[in-house]
Antibody
Framework: QVQLVQSGGGVVQPGRSLRLSCTAS????????MHWVRQAPGKGLEWVAI????????NYADSVKGRFTISRDNSKNTLYLQMNSLRTEDMAVYFC?????????????WGQGALVTVSS | VLTQSPGTLSLSPGERATLSCRAS???????VAWYQQKPGQAPRLLIY???SRATGVPDRFSGSGSGTDFTLTISRLEPEDFAVYYC?????????FGQGTRLEIK
């Protein structure tokens, strides 16, 4: 079954760190660029970060640049998002998502989402 | 910036729904996608490349448009179509979404 299964959400204090994981199955993970997209409570969708299929290229939204790091381990079919210096405005459901091909940066497969709550 | 209208659309099953997405500048290669999201769920891809239906999407969903104006049309609403719909441009980074249109039962 083609799917992305997420883990790692939770409650964290402002300024602290958290790591999200997203494990792929049912497709050749190493062939696809992967993204993180987030959704604040009751709000719309915001793209967060992208990593190329081989991990060679990464890009970030300005709102998280310098604080978040996207990475992947193709041997484990797993995508990561390391979130440091968390702020209250980072509180959201975080989705991992797959892009189907080069320059085709829409999202054809999504994880179930992981809630990150930033609160003291 | 992508601006979706209307913010909320109230229609009855069987009716036709027309959702609009306007970009602040031309979207390269018609690189616009549409997603459906139901409460507590991840978004679901409906349309990519402005008018191509994703796998498994019913043909009552269609997309059109070019330049700065794009449209998602649902020809005859089914009860399961009532949800929030987002457009997304992927012609240039950062890839951005519209604020969403809520389609509710009248």
């Amino acid at each position: 079954q083609v799917q992305l299964v997420q883990s790692g959400g939770g409650v964290v204090q402002p300024g602290r760190s958290l790591r999200l994981s997203c494990t792929a199955s049912g497709f050749t993970f190493q062939n696809y660029a992967m993204h993180w997209v987030r959704q604040a409570p009751g709000k719309g969708l915001e793209w967060v970060a992208i990593i190329a299929h081989d991990g060679g290229n990464k890009n970030y939204a300005d709102s998280v640049k310098g604080r978040f790091t996207i990475s992947r381990d193709n041997s484990k079919n797993t995508l990561y998002l390391q979130m440091n210096s968390l702020r209250t405005e980072d509180m959201a459901v975080y989705f991992c998502a797959r892009s189907p091909g080069w320059a085709q940066y829409y999202f054809d497969l999504w994880g179930q989402g992981a809630l990150v709550t930033v609160s003291s | 910036v992508l601006t979706q209208s209307p913010g909320t659309l109230s229609l009855s099953p069987g009716e036709r729904a027309t959702l609009s997405c306007r970009a602040s500048q031309t979207v390269t290669f018609k690189y616009v996608a549409w997603y459906q999201q139901k409460p507590g769920q991840a978004p679901r891809l409906l349309i990519y490349g402005s008018s191509s239906r994703a796998t498994g999407v019913p043909d009552r969903f269609s997309g059109s448009g070019s330049g700065t104006d794009f449209t998602l049309t649902i020809s005859r609403l089914e009860p399961e179509d009532f949800a929030v719909y987002y457009c997304q441009q992927y012609g240039s980074s950062p890839w951005t979404f519209g604020q969403g249109t809520r389609l509710e039962i009248k």
